[in-house]
């Protein structure tokens, strides 16, 4: 979800204001996406390389997650919504721990639609987090498969993206779902992410289809999920 930032400035206010614009779209393309028969939609909101931005972006990023669920988890929760946060807990403050811990605790029997907030996420340090738990199971070098590795990660129970969209312009994967998105497709538009609607949406997955997806192989008769 980028170009927040650059969406603000476009309008001479703080970058604050831009980021409070993408959770709008946040609202509005969770609502598309479960409409248009979507079942796991997984958003980018703060990596761990974000923690060298200014403090005070900090502060109102971490405000803004706080506020979309205290504003938005009702409502998730009665539209059968399964909420997963993707990330490290180490070094969050005890309040956000709080609001991770009751979202996903909350919604974690409802089944319709699976939304992951990668928060505090980074492919490499999820991938090093995954090897250090395999590691400790006592497992041998020799007997480690992917299936192995697969089983520590965020997304043990997830299923490989199909799609990656990025926002923006940007042309680069940026330390994002490194291991599962090994076969993904991947769109990139110009559209800052204030500005990304369901028509933008609908224009990713038809691209997206029109691919021939071959896994690898020589065959062009992969299936498209």
Known sequence: MDGNGRWAQARHRPRVFGHQAGVKTVR?????????????????????ENWTRPKAEIAALFQLLKKYVADDLETLNENNVRVRILGSRDGLRPDLLEVVNRVEVTTRNNTEFHL??????????????ATKALVETGISAENI??????????????????????????RRISNFLLWQAAYAEFVFTDVLWPDFKRADLEA?????????????????TAEVA
Do not use: C, W
């Open 145 to 170: 498969t992917e299936a192995h590795l697969s089983q520590h990660l965020d997304t043990s129970d997830i299923p490989d993206p199909d799609l990656v969209i990025r926002t923006s312009g940007e």
């Open 116 to 129: 992951n907030i990668a928060f505090n996420y980074g492919g490499r340090d999820e991938i090093l987090r």
């Open 28 to 48: 509005r393309i969770v609502e598309d996406a479960a409409d248009m028969g979507i079942k796991h939609l997984t958003l980018y909101s703060f990596s761990t």
């Open 204 to 220: 990713a997955i038809s691209e997206f289809q029109s691919r021939d997806r071959r896994f690898g192989n020589l065959s062009d």
